[in-house]
């Protein structure tokens, strides 16, 4: 159940309010007896491929199994090389890393932009100008809150420095840069259907998308022990696979995913224009790409404050993420600040407030957030200190 009147998330929502076509997709998956990857997999699989426009799209047990997978595909990590550097993020779910990790890769970690959210390209440059010992091997964008990562410039460096591109699209359903969906950019494509995604399952489930014949083969052989008949392994391989639960799940969800999205993007804009004026930063905004607002994310120096004072009021709030991940216990003594520190990541995790956003946010309980935001800043002296 929400832990709040107004939660900051609220799969249960969505649920409800697709009740009937989720129950009927979950009684037909039980009625058919086809517990593993099957018709409801496959099917799903294509109906999520021509959503997004790739050719091929292979489903994972996660959105970090597909990362995983998606590297292994691309023959990067354990088995291969002694060290594959992978280039990414610190300011990410700690997923993104952790795959890399997983993979048997060396993650490198880039800073994002100053004021934004995602890889700074020319951290990026700097980075691969003077890498830490290893192969460079890979660049993991992630479009993070549902905002594209500048994948110019990103896919440039790619191509000169002849490095493959996954990019981590586990936030970023439907967003689009320079008129194409993420997702239709890199070498593989990686989701999650983490169940507060923008398309969520009701437990875990991912989701790998390319263009490429080729490593789409690798992906089905890999994800479920690397055979390429069954009890044949063709290669080493892992087991990830989709569940058909899922699978059916999802496949009643996708039609509303896009009308989903422009809800999200109703109440950004509610939000933005409630809170104008105000001492605080508006969710950073790339003018070539549209935010499908997985998270609507302000800037605070007063965070902790705030966030103190919508607690108060009953209003759930999130943080993500509260410690990036080279500053994480189980990274920290491990992944340095390569090459040139990471300001803005550093900086970014003290200010950052995920407020409510969800579909079926009602219009009242945005306007109540509004309030509660503008209160907090009347109280004499805050709204000077903030600023
Ligand atoms: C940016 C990002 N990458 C990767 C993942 C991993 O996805 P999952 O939780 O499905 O393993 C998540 C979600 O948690 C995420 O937000």
Known sequence: M????????????SYLEQREAIDAAIARV??????????????????????????????????????????????IGEGTRASDLVFTVSHTAVATV????????VPVLVDIEPGGFTMDPS?????????????????IPVHLYGEPADLAPILELARRH????????????????????????????????????????LGDAGMTATNDGEL?????????????????????GINTRLDPLQAAILGARLPHLDADNARRQAIAARYDEGLAGLPLDAPHRRADASH???????????????????????????IHYP???????????????????????????GEILSLPIYPQLAGAAADRVIGEIRRYFEWPGRADSAA
């Open 30 to 75: 039980l009625a058919g007896g086809q517990y593993i990857l099957g018709r409801e997999v496959e099917e799903f699989e294509n109906q999520f491929a021509a959503w997004l426009g790739t050719a091929h799209a292979v489903g994972t047990g996660s959105g970090t199994d597909a990362l995983e997978l998606a590297l292994r595909a691309c023959g």
């Open 2 to 13: 929400p832990d709040f009147p107004i939660p900051q998330t609220d799969p249960r929502a």
């Open 292 to 318: 499908v607002f997985h998270q609507y994310v302000i800037r605070s120096r007063q965070r902790d404050l705030l966030r103190e004072h919508l607690r108060a009021a009953q209003i759930g709030t999130g």
């Open 98 to 105: 952790a795959a890399i990790e997983r993979a048997g890769a």
């Open 123 to 139: 951290a990026l440059a700097a980075a691969l100008r003077d890498p830490p010992p290893g192969r460079p091997a890979a660049i």
């Open 323 to 349: 410690a990036p991940v080279h500053l994480q216990p189980a990274y920290r003594d491990r992944l340095g600040e390569f090459p040139a520190g990471l300001h803005a990541t550093t900086q970014a995790a």
């Open 162 to 201: 002849g490095l493959r591109v996954i990019e981590d699209c586990a936030q970023s359903h439907g967003a689009v840069y320079r008129g194409e969906p993420t997702g239709n950019f890199g070498d593989i494509a990686c989701f999650s259907f983490y169940p507060t995604k923008n398309l969520g399952a």
């Open 216 to 236: 789409a083969v690798a992906l089905r052989e890999i994800r479920e022990y690397g055979w390429r008949e069954r009890y044949v392994s063709a290669r080493i």
